[in-house]
């Protein structure tokens, strides 16, 4: 059982690029979450889901999108990448709510911008 | 707005000794639900243990137990006989009943030492 999977591990952009951080899980989780985590930082909530075709913004959407097309599916897309997009992020996907909403996250993806 | 506080930014423990790791918080909700995370250095993140506001007793998990003080809003966890593998940073976080967006403190490393 993969879990959570995240792609690329690494990956360091030109300031305007685009790239897609791909997402997948195997665990036929309804919720999915896109997290980052800044150097001595928390993380935090840039979108999430709560099923294929509906998503919603967290604390730190600008600059990001989003998409849901299945259940297993949670692309993040980085449109005209930015130095302030320099961080590690964070895919996690849950099952339910409440105290049964246990977060599964992926290995995570370094990105840096520059 | 719901916040969570570790004011440790590190701590180290010898193996075998116990360590208390503190989070406290802010809420004006009375139901919800509080977790601590390890994110150990190959940086997928895990849940340690989780307590739900609304149960007196202290959850535990092996030699992992918390503190929840409901009235201080104060939710320590301790690690007893502290081995080699707790090495990781800890993560405290706070969820709103009915809601899916996890709310992260800033993280305390930990370091246990042979």
């Known amino acids: 059982n993969a879990g959570v999977t995240q792609t690329p591990k690494f990956r360091i952009l030109k300031i305007g690029q685009s790239m897609t951080l791909q997402c997948t899980q195997d665990?036929?989780?309804?919720?999915m979450y896109w997290y980052r985590q800044d150097p001595g930082m928390g993380l935090k909530l840039i979108y999430y889901?709560?099923?294929?075709?509906?998503?919603d913004k967290g604390e730190v959407p600008n600059g990001y999108n989003v998409s849901r097309s299945t259940t297993e599916d949670f692309p993040l897309r980085l449109e005209l990448a930015a130095p302030s997009q320099t961080s590690v992020y964070f895919c996690?996907?849950?099952?339910?709510?409440?105290?049964?909403?246990?977060?599964?996250f992926g290995a995570g993806t370094r990105l840096s911008v520059l | 707005a719901q916040t969570v506080t570790q004011s440790q930014p590190e701590m180290s423990v010898q193996e075998a000794e116990t360590v208390t790791l503190s989070c406290t918080y802010d809420?004006?909700?009375?139901?919800?639900?509080l977790f601590w995370y390890k994110q150990p250095p190959s940086r997928q993140m895990i849940l340690v243990i989780r307590?739900?506001?609304?149960?007196?007793q202290n959850a535990t998990e092996n030699r992992f137990s918390v503190n929840f003080q409901k009235a201080a809003k104060s939710f320590s966890l301790k690690i007893s006989d502290s081995q080699l593998g707790d090495t990781a940073m800890y993560f405290c976080?706070?969820?709103?009943?009915?809601?899916?967006?996890?709310?992260f403190g800033t993280g305390t490393r930990l370091k246990v030492l042979a």
């Open positions: 996690a996907s849950s099952f339910a709510s409440g105290a049964k909403n246990i977060q599964y």
């Open positions: 665990m036929n989780h309804n919720y």
């Open positions: 889901s709560v099923g294929a075709g509906i998503t």
């Open positions: 809420t004006s909700e009375s139901n919800y639900y």
């Open positions: 307590q739900e506001a609304y149960k007196q």
């Open positions: 976080a706070f969820l709103t009943s009915g809601t899916y967006k996890y709310i």
